[in-house]
C-alpha cells in the first residue's frame, strides 16, 4: 500500500508524538522520579511536538532536565516539520531526493512549487539555526544575570528555540511565563523578534532576503507582511486601549512597561503563547479580542498557526469585492484565482466547525465558564498556548479533546489545503445548474 | 436622483420602524399613560418590524391594547415584507405594476426570476390570511379557556401572527412568554406548525401545493425542506439529551411534557423566539447548541432570519466536495453555479464578523457574563429573541448596538444578496493570476 503525502505527514507526527509521550512517560523524565503519568505525557508531548504551548504540568516544576530536553526536541522538530529533519538527514548522508520525497517535503512547508524544495528546506535549517543562535546568545547574556551562568546559558537556548518555533514552552516555573520579565526590555524585544520571524514562513524569509524589495516580492510575501503589519499594529492598540487602564495587568506599570506589555500581548496572541500579563487578569474585552487573533494565527509554512495571515486576509478581499460589486477579488495588480479563494473558505469553515464542536463537547465534560473553554478551545486549534487557566484542571476526556484540536490544529489545514490541490478532474455526468436561495 | 431597489427596501422598513417608534413613545400606547421614552420605543418597534422579539419590556404589562396593537401591524408588515403589503394596495387598486416595481418586489421576496413575482406576492398575502386565520381559530378556541372570551380571542389572533411571523412577541405578561403552557398540547402544536410554515418561505410552500411530489420540486425547494427536517430532528433530540434530566427546565416534566418541551426548543430556536422552558435555566451546553440553530435560522424569503437554512447547506455541501476532492458542489443531479457557493460564503463570513464587532462592543459597555452577551448578539442578528435575559438590562448604548444589529439581520443578508446580484460586469484591467498560499 503506497501511503499518500498527506498520510505520511500525519503518520510521521503521530510517530514523533508517541516516542515523545513514551520518553516522557518516564520516571527519569519526571523531577519527582515518578512517571507524570500516561495522559500528561501524551498531553505535553502533543503540545510540544504541536507547538501549542498548553500544559496540564508546569514544565519546569514537573520535568527533569531530560524531560525538558526531551520537549525541547520535539518543539524543534515539530517546528521545522520532521519532513525537513528528514532532509537534513539526506543532504547530510549525501542521498539523492526523489520526486516522491521532494512533493512530501513540498507539502510539509506548503509550498506552491516542487521547484526549490530542497533549497529551500536547506534554508530553513540555515534561517532556524541563524535566529536561534543570535536569540538564544542575546537572551543568554541577559538569563546569567538573572539565574546565574549555567541556568542562565540554559534558559537562554530553551526560550530562544521556543519563542522561533512559537511553541511557548518555558522554563520559569510555576506556570509563570514570562510575567517576572513584563519590564525587562531585552527579553521583550528579543523574544517578539524571534516569534515575529518564525511566524512569518520561511518562503517570505527567503522572498525578502533574496529580492530586497517590496514591489518585486511575491504576492504571497506582500499579503504575508501586510497583514502581518496591520495585525500586530491593530493588536497593539485595542490591547493597549483595553488593559492600560487595569490595575491586574498594564494599569501598575511605568509608560513604557505599559507599551511593552501591550505590544508584547498582540505578538504572542498570534500563536506563540508566552505571556507576560495573567490572562485570566485582562478584561473580558481583551479575552475576547485576544481569541480573534489566536484564531487568525501566523502565516502559512510557519512554526504558528491558525487558519492563518493569508487566508484572513483573501477571506476580508473576499467580502471586500462583493461589497463593492466587482468581479474579480485582485490585490497588488493581481488577480487570485476562484479556487484559491474557496480553498481559504473551506478552511475558515471547517476551523469554526471544529472550534464550535470541540468546544461545545468540553461544556459537557468540564464545569467551567464558557470564555474559558472557548478561550482553551481556540488557543489548541491555534497552536497558541495561552489559557485562562483550566488547563491543568480539565477531565481525562477534556485533555482528549484538547490534545486531539491541538493535533487537528497543526495537521488539519495541511490535509485540507492537500485534499484541495488534488482534485480529482472526474465529473462522469455534467449536472445542469441551477440557483439556491440564500441569505 | 433614483434609488436602487435594495435602498427603497432600506429606507422603507427604516421609515416603518421610526412611525412605530412615534406611535409606541406617545403615552397612551402605555398602560401607565406615561410614555416608555424614545428609546424603548425605538428597540421595541425595531424588534417588531425586524420579527426578532427580543423586548426591553414585558409587552403586555406595559403596552395598552392601543400599542399593542401597534406591534402586532408592525410584525406583520416586518415579517411580510412592507413591499408585499405595497403589492397588496396596488392590486387593490388595479394599477399597473411597472417592471421597476417588479424588481423592489423581487429583492423583498428574494425571488431569483422577475417572471411571477406578482403571482407571488398575491400568492404570499392569501398563504398568510390562511395560515393566520387558522391558528387564530384554534388558539383562541384554547385561549379562551384560559382567560375568558374577550381576552382569549385576542390572545388567539395575536400568536397566531406572532407566531407566523416568527416574531417571537407575546401577550401573556411578565416576560413568561408561553413557560405557563409547557405541557399544553394544542398551544404548542399549533405554534410549532405557524412557526415551521412561517419559516419554509413562500415560495418553498407555493412549490410543494402546486407540484406535490418531492422529486419535481426545485433545487431550493429540496434543499430547504431537507435542511429544515434534519435542523428539526437533530435539534429535538439533541435537546433532548442535553436537558432531560436538569430539573428546572424538562427533569420534572410528564415523558409526553418532556419530549413537547423539547421539540418546542428545537423549532423556537431557529427564529421564532417563543419559549417554553427558561432559557437562563438551560445547561450551558443547550445555551451553546441553541446559538448555533439560533445562527442558522429559517429559509430566504420566509418570515425568519439567521444566515439561512439553504446557506448553511451550501456551505456544508462546499465542505464535503473538498473533502472528497470532487471538482464541482452538487446535490440531487444538479450543479451548484461557483458564484452561488461564493454568495454562501460572504453572508456567513459577514455574518460571523457582525456578530464578532457587536458582541465585543457589548463586552465594553455591558457587565455580563460572556455567554450572555454572545446569546443576546446571535439572537439579534438571527432575528429570534429568545434571552438569557439581559434585554430589559441593557445600557442605553447596548440598547443602540442591538437595535442596530436586529436591523442588519432583518435587512443585512439582502442588501449583500442584492449587491452580489448586481455584479458590475467591469475588468478595465486583465490582470495576471497569482496564487496565494493558505491554511
Ligand atoms: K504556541
Ligand atoms: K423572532
Same mark, same amino acid.
Given at each position: 500500500m503506497r501511503l499518500k503525502p498527506a498520510q505520511i505527514l500525519v503518520l510521521g507526527f503521530a510517530v514523533v508524538i508517541l516516542i515523545g509521550t513514551l520518553l516522557l512517560a518516564l520516571p527519569v523524565a519526571s523531577k519527582t522520579g515518578r512517571s507524570v503519568g500516561f495522559l500528561n505525557a501524551l498531553f505535553t508531548a502533543t503540545s510540544a511536538t504541536c507547538v501549542t504551548g498548553l500544559v496540564v504540568v508546569d514544565t519546569y516544576t514537573q520535568y527533569s532536565i531530560f524531560g525538558q530536553i526531551i520537549i525541547l526536541l520535539l518543539i524543534q522538530i515539530g517546528g521545522l516539520g520532521f519532513m525537513t529533519m528528514a532532509t537534513l538527514i539526506f543532504l547530510i548522508l549525501g542521498k539523492k531526493i526523489t520526486l516522491r520525497e521532494r512533493l512530501v517535503m513540498q507539502e510539509a512547508l506548503n509550498q506552491l512549487a516542487i521547484a526549490g524544495v530542497v533549497k529551500l528546506a536547506r534554508y530553513v535549517i540555515f534561517t532556524t539555526l541563524f535566529f536561534e543562535g543570535v536569540g538564544a546568545f542575546l537572551l543568554s547574556l541577559r538569563f546569567i544575570k538573572i539565574y546565574g551562568f549555567s541556568r542562565g546559558i540554559y534558559a537562554g537556548i530553551f526560550h530562544s528555540v521556543s519563542a522561533f518555533n512559537n511553541s511557548g514552552f518555558d522554563v520559569i516555573g510555576d506556570?509563570?511565563?514570562?510575567?517576572?520579565?513584563?519590564?525587562?526590555?531585552?527579553?521583550?524585544?528579543?523574544?517578539?523578534? %524571534?516569534? =515575529?520571524?518564525?511566524?512569518?514562513?520561511? /518562503?517570505?524569509?527567503?522572498?525578502?532576503?533574496?529580492?530586497?524589495?517590496?514591489?518585486?516580492?511575491? #504576492?504571497?510575501?506582500?499579503?504575508? #507582511?501586510?497583514?502581518?503589519?496591520?495585525?500586530?499594529?491593530?493588536?497593539?492598540?485595542?490591547?493597549?486601549?483595553?488593559?492600560?487602564?487595569?490595575?491586574?495587568?498594564?494599569?501598575?506599570?511605568?509608560?513604557?512597561?505599559?507599551?511593552?506589555?501591550?505590544?508584547?500581548? /498582540?505578538?504572542?496572541?498570534?500563536?506563540?503563547?508566552?505571556?507576560?500579563?495573567?490572562?485570566?487578569?485582562?478584561?473580558?474585552?481583551?479575552?475576547?479580542?485576544?481569541?480573534?487573533?489566536?484564531? =487568525?494565527?501566523?502565516?502559512?509554512? /510557519?512554526?504558528?498557526?491558525?487558519?492563518?495571515? /493569508?487566508?484572513?486576509?483573501?477571506?476580508?478581499?473576499?467580502?471586500?469585492?462583493?461589497?463593492?460589486?466587482?468581479?474579480?477579488?485582485?490585490?497588488?495588480?493581481?488577480?487570485?484565482?476562484?479556487?484559491?479563494?474557496?480553498?481559504?473558505?473551506?478552511?475558515?469553515?471547517?476551523?469554526? #466547525? %471544529?472550534?464550535?464542536?470541540?468546544?461545545?463537547?468540553?461544556?459537557?465534560?468540564?464545569?467551567?465558564?464558557? =470564555?474559558?473553554?472557548?478561550?482553551?478551545?481556540?488557543?489548541?486549534?491555534?497552536?497558541?498556548?495561552?489559557?485562562?487557566?483550566?488547563?491543568?484542571?480539565?477531565?481525562?476526556?477534556?485533555?482528549?479533546?484538547? =490534545?486531539?484540536?491541538?493535533?487537528?490544529?497543526?495537521?488539519?489545514?495541511l490535509t485540507v489545503a492537500l485534499a484541495l490541490a488534488t482534485r480529482k478532474k472526474i465529473a462522469p455526468i455534467k449536472y445542469p445548474e441551477e440557483k439556491v436561495l440564500v441569505g
Open positions: 506556570f509563570s511565563s514570562f510575567t517576572p520579565f513584563v519590564e525587562d526590555p531585552v527579553i521583550n524585544i528579543v523574544v517578539m523578534a %524571534l516569534i =515575529i520571524f518564525g511566524g512569518l514562513g520561511f /518562503s517570505v524569509i527567503c522572498d525578502v532576503f533574496t529580492t530586497r524589495s517590496f514591489h518585486r516580492l511575491s #504576492l504571497h510575501s506582500k499579503i504575508v #507582511l501586510t497583514m502581518t503589519a496591520i495585525l500586530l499594529i491593530f493588536g497593539f492598540i485595542v490591547i493597549y486601549f483595553l488593559e492600560h487602564e487595569n490595575p491586574k495587568t498594564l494599569g501598575n506599570l511605568s509608560p513604557f512597561g505599559k507599551i511593552m506589555a501591550a505590544a508584547f500581548q /498582540s505578538v504572542t496572541a498570534r500563536t506563540a503563547g508566552f505571556n507576560t500579563i495573567n490572562q485570566s487578569d485582562m478584561t473580558l474585552s481583551a479575552k475576547y479580542f485576544t481569541m480573534l487573533l489566536m484564531f =487568525i494565527g501566523a502565516s502559512p509554512g /510557519s512554526t504558528g498557526g491558525g487558519v492563518k495571515t /493569508s487566508t484572513f486576509f483573501l477571506l476580508m478581499l473576499m467580502i471586500y469585492t462583493a461589497i463593492t460589486s466587482r468581479e474579480y477579488v485582485e490585490i497588488y495588480n493581481r488577480r487570485i484565482p476562484w479556487d484559491n479563494v474557496f480553498k481559504a473558505c473551506v478552511i475558515v469553515v471547517v476551523a469554526l #466547525l %471544529l472550534i464550535f464542536t470541540v468546544s461545545f463537547l468540553l461544556t459537557l465534560t468540564e464545569k467551567a465558564d464558557f =470564555i474559558l473553554i472557548l478561550f482553551e478551545t481556540v488557543s489548541a486549534f491555534g497552536t497558541v498556548g495561552l489559557s485562562l487557566g483550566i488547563t491543568p484542571y480539565l477531565s481525562d476526556v477534556g485533555k482528549v479533546l484538547i =490534545i486531539i484540536t491541538m493535533f487537528r490544529g497543526r495537521v488539519g489545514p
